[in-house]
């Protein structure tokens, strides 16, 4: 009887160190996952966007600005030479990788004679079309940015 209990005590001795070696082991393999999927999400993390930006104002845009909503140095002006109405310039922005989670800019445009100041504050990286509008449609309602119908 005694050598059965300590045969048994054995093989349930042994059962749990191989239990307890393989749950050591998944959580290896899951803490290797988890890290894997946080070094995938930091990898998604857009750090460029770029615009095909439409001048739809009615009007030729002489300043256009995309710029960090956190700061007030507005950069280039993409419009420096007018961009008339329904002219398409090409707008790309670049931000270190350490900023873009979260980065927001400005975009803000101004027409040739002064009277439509558009500031749109929010605008995050992505690669999309943009329609610009004038004052009096964006003050209506008009979604920012949206391609005219």
């Known amino acids: 009887m005694k050598l059965a209990n300590v045969l048994c005590a054995g093989s349930l001795a042994f059962a749990l160190a191989a239990c307890s070696s393989t749950a050591a082991s998944s959580k290896k393999e899951s803490a290797s ?8 999400k930091k990898e998604e993390v857009a750090t460029e966007g770029k615009y095909d930006v439409t001048n739809n104002t009615g009007k030729e845009v002489k300043e256009l600005y ?3 909503a956190a700061g007030t140095d507005k950069g280039e002006n993409y419009a420096a030479n007018g961009l008339a109405d329904g002219a398409t310039v090409t707008v790309n922005v670049n931000v270190d990788e350490d900023k873009a989670e979260g980065y927001a800019m400005k975009v803000e445009y101004v027409t040739d004679d002064g009277d439509d100041v558009v500031v749109f504050e929010s605008l995050h990286l992505e690669e999309a079309p943009m329609y610009l509008k004038s004052a009096d449609d964006v003050k209506s309602g008009a979604t920012p940015f949206s391609k005219p119908e």
Do not use: G, H, I, M
Request: charged share 25%.
């Open 66 to 68: 995309f710029y960090d």
């Open 33 to 40: 996952v988890a890290s894997s999927t946080n070094e995938e």
